[in-house]
């Protein structure tokens, strides 16, 4: 009894259609690995920008109390300095005062001027100092911390007059605030 074998290549065909199905399953783990990397690296992006663009558009900065006019002299009849408390808000991180414009206009005078940080008064500058430190200078404000802004106005601000303050951080929403001194001027008053 001769055996004879016959020559068939059935079981090769499904060994290489086993190979290819391998290598579309790993293809197409690679091409979905890239894909969702793709996606979260996307996600990850745009969470970023919202978040930066919440900080920008979020005040970190706040008023604390009343803002005062201070005049000069023993009768002042103008008042020549400004001062009010800042705080940050709450959650808010520090800010660098150095940083910080404040922009002081008064309507209807073409005035309007840009004051920097310095640890001096001017009429160009503005101070933060520390009421806790005996009116140090304070160049940062973090945490549950008050500092107390000083402005030695450009232009005086006469009785009833109207005075535009706008305060920029580096960081975050600018603080823009609208007051107007009292019909009779003193020392030291609340402006509304």
Do not use: W
């Not at 001062?83 to 940083?99: E, R, T, V, W």
């Amino acid at each position: 009894m001769k055996i004879t074998r016959m020559n068939t290549d059935s079981a090769f065909t499904g060994l290489e259609a086993a190979i290819v199905l391998i290598a579309f399953v790993v293809v197409a783990a690679v091409f979905s690995y890239v894909v969702l990397g793709a996606g979260f690296f996307t996600t990850q992006k745009s969470q970023e920008t919202i978040y930066k663009g919440v900080e920008q558009a979020s005040s970190n900065i706040q008023m604390v109390g009343n803002v005062y006019g201070i005049g000069s002299g023993s009768n002042p009849t103008q008042i020549n300095k400004i001062q009010f408390n800042l705080a940050l808000a709450p959650g808010a991180p520090s800010l660098d005062i150095s940083k910080t414009i404040i922009v002081v206009s008064l309507p209807g005078s073409a005035s309007v001027s840009q004051l920097a940080y310095s640890s001096t008064l001017t009429t160009s500058t503005f101070t933060f100092t520390d009421p806790s430190a005996n009116d140090a200078a304070l160049s940062t404000l973090s945490g549950q911390k008050q500092g107390v802004v000083n402005i030695h106005l450009p232009t005086p601000l006469d009785k009833s007059g109207k005075i535009n303050i706008e305060v920029r951080p580096s960081v975050g929403a600018a603080l823009p605030f609208i007051r107007t001194a009292p019909a009779a001027i003193e020392s030291t008053q609340a402006l509304h």
